[in-house]
C-alpha cells in the first residue's frame, strides 16, 4: 500500500492504533479534527471537519485505503451526530467514489444492536437495535456503505467495535473487548483480502464470554489471539460485584441504553 | 381519535389520503412544506419546514397519532434529505417525546431493500440493501424509531410502502402496488390495535406477484383486498413487454438502483 | 370408527362437542367426572376421574379414538392439576398403549406460550413460554405424548387451542378464537388422515388477527372457514377499547400471565 | 412467442398440454420419440431420440421457448434413464447454448424430496432426499440447469411436479395433484414474467392438503385455483380408507420408495 | 455467597461434587432423602423427602443459591418420577418463591432430547423429544424454570447434563461426557454471572465427537477444558467396538429409548 | 477391517493416501483405470474401468469398506464424466448392495457449491450451486448416494474435498486446504464411527481463512490439526498478491467458474 488514511487519529482508539499503522503503507495520512501533534517521517499531518466536504474530498485524494475511525463515537448532541456521522459520511463516501474507492474500515459500533440482552446470541443478520443516537448514525452508516457497495462496487468492512482499549474497566467489557494487537491483525486481514465485499465483523477478541457470532467473517482469515478473561480477577478485586439489574449486566449497550438525548442548543 | 396529524399531505400519497381521514379522528391536522389549500371543516392547516424543530415541536403538540408521510420521497441530493428525512424524523420523534408520544405511523419505503432481486422472497428480518440515498434515509428512520420505541416506548408502524397510487403504472408495480383503499384500512388497523410496538409492514395490496412476506404482521388484523392483477392486461396493451434487463425487471427497487446521485450546490 | 371416547364431556368445551360427534363414530363414549346428564341412542356415559388409573384403563378399553378434553383447563391449585392434567394424562396414555393405541386428539392450548408477546408471529417450533401451572401441565403433556410416539407409536394430535366458544367474548379473542364449526373440520380431518404422526396444531379459526403460524399442519388438510372480524363491531360497542397496557392487548396468554398460583391446601 | 417446443409430447402429460399451447405461440413443435400423430395447422411435428446430440441440436434450432417434458417419468432401468434423462438433458442444454438460449420449463419431479414424510412441512431449499433413480436424475437436472444458469445466463423454471392429471386417482394426490388449468396457467407465467431466473416451484393446485411452501415463486404471479379436495368423496368410496402404514400414507413420494431397481439388461 | 443448597447431595453427581463446593459458599447446605454421612466444618446436612412441601420450604429458606441434583435420575416407575420430579420440583420453586428467590441451576438431562440420532447437530431451541418417563419429568422443569422465571423473574440454568462423571464409560459417552472438572467451573460461572436469566446449557467437555451446540450459553464465559477423546483407546480396548444399530450408536439418549416404562404397584 | 477398497489410487489424492492405508485394514485393494505399479505386501492391485458394470461388481466383492476417490477429477467432456462419475457411480453402489454395503467415503467437491462467493459461510443445508460439469456428477453422486442410504440403508460419507494436496498453491488454497494428515485422520473416523448415516462432511484443515461450517459432522469426533495459514508468507513471495476480480478471489469454486465445457468428439 502506498498511502492509507486514518481519520479520527486524535480520539482514544486513534492514537492508540497510530504508531501501528507504519507496517501497512509507505504514508500514513494522519486525520483530526483535533490537534494531532507532529508528523513522523511516514506521516501526512491532515486537520480536516468531516463535514466539511470540500475539506474531505481532498483529504481522500490519493490514498489507497481508509481506516475510518473519525466522528462521534459517544452519544451526544443530535447536531453534532448529525454533521460528523450523517454527512461526514456522505462526504466521506462521495470523496471515494471521486477518488479511485480506495477500500474502507469503518468503525461501527456494537450499539447498533445494544438493545440485544446479553443473554441473547446473534450474528450479523440479526435486525438493528441501537441504543441511542449515536447507534442510530452507525446504522446509517452500515446502510450508507451498504448502498455504496452495491451501487457503486465500493468495499468497505464495517466492524462493530467492542470496546478497544488498553484492557477492560468493567465486567461487561469481559464480553466486548479487542486488544489493540487483535485490531491490528485485523486491519491487516481487512486490507490484504483480495475481495473484501462488505462484511459486518464484530470487533472483540477470543473472549471467554461472547455474545456474538463472527463465523460469516471467517473468510478474512482474521482469528483474535488475545482474551479478556485474564483481567476478571482485578476486576472483582477492584470493582466488586456488578449489579444484577444495572445496564451494564443487562444490556449488550450498556450505559448507553439509558443515556439521556441532549437537547440542541 | 381527537387529533391526527398528516404530514406531507400536498405530496401525492398525502393528497389521496388527506380525504379519507375525517373518518379517523374528529380534527385533522394538515401540514407540508408547499401550499396545502384551504381547509376543510374538520381540518387544521399548518405549513411546516420539518428541519425546523420549532416549528415541529408546535406541529405536534396537541395530536394523538402522527400519518408520517412528510419528508423527500424520491432520490434527491443528500443536503434536501438530510434536512426533510434525517434532521426533520429527529424533529419528529424529539417533539413526540415532548408531547406524549402520540402514536406514528412512518412512511418508510421498499428502497431500503432494493438491491435485492425479484426472484427473491424476503421477510422483515432480511438485512437492509438500500437503493440510494432516499432508502438510506429510511434505513436511518427505521433505526430511529426502533430506538425510541426501545428506549422511551414511542410505538410506531414502519410501512415499507411498495408503489402506493390510483393504479400500476408498469409491471413491476404488478408486485409492489397498495390501492388507496387497502392502505386506508391498514392505517385504520395501526390507530386501533391496542399494543402495536414497532412492526415493519410491507405495504402492498393482495397481489397475485408477491416478494415480501407479511405474515410477521398478521396481528395488526389488517387483510389488504385488492389485487395488482386486474391491470396487467391493460399495461401490456399500453407498455408493451418489459424488458429482462431493465432494473423494472430485475431489483425489487426498480429503476432507483440505476439513480444518480445528485452532487449539492 | 366404531367407538369414539370424549373425555371433559362435561366441561365448556366438551358440552358443545357432544352433540356433534354422532356423526364420526357408531358409539360415542361420553365421560367426565362431573355429571354428564342422561345418554343419547348412540352415547355410553362413563363418570371418571382421570386421576384413576384403573378407572381411566376401564374407559379407554374398546376405543377406537380419544378426544382428550378432560382435565383441568384453567389456572388452579398445583395438586389439581397434579392429579387430572399429569397423573391423568399418564393415566391416559398407559391405557391407550394396553388397549391397542387408539389415536389421540390431545387438548393442548395457546398458554404453552402465553408469554410470547401479541406482535411475535410463531410457529409450532417456537420454545415453550408457559404462563402458568396449567401452561406448564399442557407442556408436559405434549412432552408426554411426543415420548409415546416415539418410542410406541401412538399418535397424538397436540391441539394448542385457542379460545373455542360460541363468540369472542374479548378482543384479544379475535385472535385466538376457533368457532365449534372450525373444531369440528380439524377433528374429522385428524381422524381421517392415514398417518397422524404427532403434529402440533394451532386451534383457531381463519382470523385476520393472527399470532400463530399453522403451516406445518397443512398435510392435514384442515381449512378453517370462520373469522372471528365479523364480532369486532360489536366488541367494540359492548367493550370499548382495550387498555394498552393490559395482558389482554401485550401477552399471547392474555390474563394468564397475571394469575397468581393457588396455594394447595 | 413465435417458435416454442415441446418435448415428451406423447406422453401422458404431453398429450395433456399439446392442445393448450396454441395460445402461447405462433408455431408449435411438437416432439417425443415415440409417434405424435398428425400436425395440427399451428404444429411442426419432430420424432427425436433426447440421446442424440446431433438431433437435439436441429430440435432446439429457431425455438423461443421450451416446455420440456421429455425422458422417462417413472422408475425405470438406469441405462434408460442415463439415455434419456442425463445424457439427454445434456444434449438439451447444450443446444439451448448454441442456439440462443431460450427459456426452458423443466418438468422436474416431486421425487426428488419423496423421502421426506407427509407429517413434514418443505419449502425449496429443503437437500434432496430423492426416492428412486428416476428421482435422482431429476436431481442431477435441476443441478445441471442451475449451473447453465450461473455459468452462461441459461434461464431454467425448475417444476416439482406433483400428479398432473385429468383428476387425482388416490388419497395421496390430494396433496400432489395440479390440475391441467393451474398447470397452463403457470406455463404462461414462467414465458411471461421478464426475468425468471432458475426457480423451484412445486406443481401443485390450491389444494386444502399441503406439504409444500411455495412462496418463494410467488413473484411469478402464479396462483393456482383448482383443489384436489373436491375429489376426496368419491375416492372414500372407491378406494375405502388407505392404510396407514402404506408408503402412499407415509412419504410424499408414494409407491416410489418402495420401487426396486431393475437391472439393466 | 454465605449459603448454597446442593440437593441430591447422596447421589453419584452430588458425592462427586460436595466436596468441590466449600470454596463457593461460607456454609453448603447438603441435602437428600437418603443417609449423607457426616457433615464437614463448613456443612449443614438436612435429610428431606422433595415431595413433602413444608420440608422444602424449610430446606431452601435462607440459601442463596440452589445447586438442584435431586430427584429420580434415571428411568423409573412413574409415581416415583411424579413425587420426586414433579411435584418436588414444584415445592423447590415455590420454596424460592417464598424466600428470595435464590439463584438455581437445575441439573435437566440429555434425556429431554434422546429421541435425536447421533448424526443430528443440534442447538437449545430444537424441540423437545424426550425418551422416558425421566425425559418427560425433565421436560416439565424446564418448562416450569421458565414460567417462574417470566412470571416472577425466579433466575434458573437449566443444565442438560450429559454423562457427568469420573469418566466415559462406554463410545457413546465420548460425545456426552463432561468432567468434574468443567462442572465445578461451570456452577461457578452461573452463580457468577450478573444477569443469569433462565439459559439452556449442554453439560458436557469439551469433546471431539459433539452433537451439540452451547454458542447460545457464551454470555456465561464458560470454557470447558477437556476433552473425552483421551479416553478413546482404553474403551476400543475394554469394550471393542459398539454395535452400529445399539441404541448406543444411533440415539443421543442412548439406550433409554429402549427402557421399559415400570408400572406402578 | 478385513479388505479396504481404494479406487483412483493412481490420481494425485490415491498415491498419496495409498501408503497410509495399511494401518486401517490387512489388505488393501487398490484400483484405478491406469496403471498402478507393483503391489505392497498387503495391497492386492486391480484394474478397473469404472464405466465397467461386470469388473466393478469383482472389484467391490469381498471388501469391507471402500474409499472411493475414482472417476473424473476435474472438467472434461461430459462423455468421459458421464462414464465414470454418472454410470461408474451407478455400478460401484449396485456392486456395494450386492455385495453386503460395505461402508463408502465418497469423494465428493467443493465444486457442488463453487458459484457461492467467498464472502458467504455456507452450512452443509445451502441448496447445490455446482461450477461446471465435473460439480454437477458430484452433485448426482451425492443424490445417488443419499437415495441408497434411505432406500438400502447404504452409508456414505459425503466429504466435499477443498483442496487436498502437500501443501497449497495459490491463495485460495488457503481456504480450502487440507493437509493429507487431516484427511487421513477423517479416513478413520468415518470408518470407525458405529453409525455413520450418510452425512456430508467438508475436507478442510482448521484453517484461519474458513467458508465452510462442518459443525453437522462433529459427531464424527474429526479434529482437523493443520492450517495451512502457516504458508501464506511464502504464497505471498511467490505469487504475489491475487487479483481482487479474478474467480480465484471472488468464487469458492475458484476458476472453476471460468472453465469452458469441453465438446465432445
Known amino acids: 500500500m502506498k498511502r492509507l488514511l486514518i481519520t479520527g487519529a486524535a480520539g482514544g482508539l486513534g492514537r492508540a492504533m497510530r504508531p501501528r499503522l507504519g507496517k501497512l503503507a509507505e504514508i500514513v495520512r494522519v486525520s483530526d479534527i483535533a490537534d494531532l501533534g507532529a508528523a513522523?517521517?511516514?506521516?501526512?499531518?491532515?486537520?480536516?471537519?468531516?463535514?466539511?466536504?470540500?475539506?474531505?474530498?481532498?483529504?481522500?485524494?490519493?490514498?489507497?485505503a481508509i481506516l475510518h475511525l473519525g466522528g462521534i463515537s459517544v452519544?451526544?448532541?443530535?447536531?453534532?451526530?448529525?454533521?460528523?456521522?450523517?454527512?461526514?459520511?456522505?462526504?466521506?463516501?462521495e470523496a471515494a467514489r471521486a477518488h479511485g474507492q480506495p477500500r474502507i474500515l469503518f468503525a461501527s459500533s456494537n450499539h447498533t444492536v445494544g438493545f440485544y440482552r446479553q443473554d441473547q446470541h446473534i450474528d450479523t443478520t440479526?435486525?438493528?437495535r441501537p441504543d441511542g443516537l449515536y447507534g442510530v448514525s452507525k446504522c446509517f452508516g452500515e446502510a450508507l456503505a451498504r448502498m455504496y457497495f452495491e451501487k457503486f462496487g465500493q468495499e468497505t468492512a464495517?466492524?462493530?467495535?467492542?470496546?478497544?482499549?488498553?484492557?477492560?474497566?468493567?465486567?461487561?467489557?469481559?464480553?466486548?473487548?479487542?486488544?489493540?494487537?487483535?485490531?491490528?491483525?485485523?486491519?491487516?486481514c481487512v486490507f490484504r483480502v483480495p475481495m473484501l465485499g462488505?462484511?459486518?465483523?464484530?470487533?472483540?477478541?477470543?473472549?471467554?464470554?461472547?455474545?456474538?457470532?463472527?463465523?460469516?467473517?471467517?473468510?478474512?482469515?482474521?482469528?483474535?489471539?488475545?482474551n479478556a478473561e485474564r483481567f476478571r480477577a482485578e476486576l472483582d478485586v477492584s470493582l466488586g460485584r456488578q449489579a444484577a439489574d444495572s445496564p451494564l449486566s443487562v444490556y449488550q449497550g450498556g450505559m448507553f441504553v439509558r443515556d439521556p438525548i441532549f437537547e440542541d442548543g
Not at 51 to 62: H, P, Q, S
Not at 164 to 178: A, D, G, K, V
Not at 198 to 225: E, H, T, Y
Request: charged share 25%.
Open 126 to 128: 440479526a435486525p438493528m
Open 158 to 188: 464495517l466492524v462493530r467495535i467492542g470496546s478497544c482499549m488498553e484492557r477492560p474497566s468493567n465486567h461487561r467489557m469481559l464480553s466486548t473487548w479487542m486488544s489493540y494487537d487483535d485490531f491490528e491483525s485485523m486491519i491487516d
Open 75 to 93: 452519544e451526544d448532541k443530535f447536531s453534532k451526530i448529525l454533521n460528523a456521522n450523517l454527512l461526514g459520511l456522505y462526504n466521506l463516501y
Open 198 to 226: 462488505c462484511p459486518i465483523i464484530w470487533g472483540i477478541s477470543d473472549n471467554d464470554s461472547r455474545w456474538w457470532d463472527n463465523s460469516a467473517a471467517a473468510f478474512l482469515g482474521w482469528r483474535p489471539k488475545d
Open 40 to 64: 513522523a517521517a511516514h506521516e501526512e499531518v491532515v486537520q480536516c471537519d468531516l463535514g466539511d466536504a470540500n475539506a474531505v474530498d481532498r483529504l481522500v485524494e490519493g490514498c489507497d
